[in-house]
DNA sequence: GTATTCGTGGATACATCGTACGGTAGCGAG
DNA sequence: CTCGCTACCGTACGATGTATCCACGAATAC
């Protein structure tokens, strides 16, 4: 059985998809690929070097994104990209900023971005551009990890109210009952589910607005 | 020896600062405090519970905030304090936004930050204060996730650029210069070093301005 | 052909982890 | 005194990452 570091990403990639990385192992990724532990070995350095892989293997779908002539339009299929990576890879928000990303494909991503970012109005040297950078990712990592967080709320406690209540609720009602959060209260009680897409789409829009409308500096 | 949960939790926290998550184990924790490792299972359920536990002892910090009249100030004095925080307890930045904080103090910062936003211009409605809470939110964790990871890579490689140079450097070095990454390269070689505190105060503050901008919904 | 070396691969082992489970000792109530 | 409950700990198990060693087959040298 030929290995390669490309195979074992792909084959951590399918599991922990299906287990999250706290059900991934190197064992179980070994048995999978009909080999011994240690011959993964052979290929990474550690398991922390295998999630690094992982996450640089994700980025490469996200370069995939086409580049437009329209700085914002760029900037906005990136953060799209990255979201829909995040959504069909959870495990890839809880990775995400948590490690430098410098392999060849995030650092492709990380071009992409910051060439696009620097034609925007309000980014007027390096110094902006980086500012702009840390604002836009910091976005995007924050964004993504706590709407995959939801998402798993959302699953382990049931996917309607009736489950919610059983699970999750009595304890949140009865801190809410104490009347020591009433704007809480009132976002969770009378607060519409918003739609995630357009949330993150809304609140991209408002941070690069942000980012545009800064005076010259 | 009597426990309890404030006191197995101040033990983790302090192993978690000095050790980090990975160095963290419920075994030590019980040694730390000359108790069987069973034993912490009289107060918390898991060690799952026992990390949300940690998260909402470094919340009841951040709310100490002083409360203000003007809301941008308090906003400002909770994101500040959240960055401090996470500076001061460096594995509060992974667990941030990884699990619903649902603990009291945790909703106490919640409380706040909603209050305060919910009096922000542009903030008109429910819908609204939704959208915005979700934007600064995913800033603040995204930021000090960032931050907190870059600081741990100056750590780990050396706090000047000889020993950058020796570690990480060569293969950076190797893929700018394939040219691929243009303006990846120039930030690199030819941006400052920005000081952070200044980089979030200046993002937040883009944020901010973002929120308050948009046009009435 | 035989002996030696090298490379590949797996088995074994170790330290560590979270947590299940069972047993014991001490204390208080009846 | 006995019994029940609580606090506490010891033992055990399955699992993990990874170190280390050994066996086998193929290639090379003589």
Redesign the pocket.
């Known amino acids: 059985?030929?290995?390669s570091r490309e195979k074992i990403a792909a084959t951590a990639i399918r599991l922990a998809d299906t287990h999250g990385l706290d059900?991934?192992?190197?064992?179980?990724?070994?048995k999978e690929l009909?080999?011994?532990?240690?011959?993964?070995?052979?290929y990474?350095?550690?398991?922390?070097e295998?999630l690094d892989l992982m996450v640089d293997v994700v980025h490469a779908r996200i370069a995939e994104v086409d580049q437009h002539s329209e700085w914002r339009t760029t900037i906005l299929a990136i953060a799209h990209a990255t979201r829909a990576a995040a959504l069909d890879h959870e495990w890839f928000s809880d990775l995400l900023g948590g490690r430098p990303h410098l392999g060849p494909h995030a650092l492709a991503v990380g071009e992409a971005t910051a060439a696009a970012l620097s034609q925007a109005p309000g980014v007027r040297g390096i110094d902006d551009l980086q500012r702009a950078l840390g604002a836009l990712n910091a976005f995007i990592i924050g964004a993504v990890r706590r709407e995959v967080t939801e998402r798993r709320t959302t699953r382990s406690t049931g996917t309607d109210e009736a489950a919610f209540q059983a699970s999750l609720g009595p304890y949140l009602t009865r801190m809410l009952n104490t009347g020591r959060y009433p704007t809480v209260a009132r976002l969770v009680i009378d607060g519409a589910h918003l739609n995630a897409e357009e949330t993150f789409n809304h609140n991209l829009t408002t941070v690069l607005d942000g980012i545009t409308s800064r005076p010259r500096t």
Chains 1, 2 share one sequence.
Not at 23 to 29: A, E, Q, V
Not at 44 to 48: A, C, D, F, L, T
């Open positions: 059985m030929p290995l059900g991934l192992s190197l064992r179980k990724i070994a009909g080999v011994g532990p240690m011959r993964l070995y052979d990474v350095i550690n398991r922390s295998l």
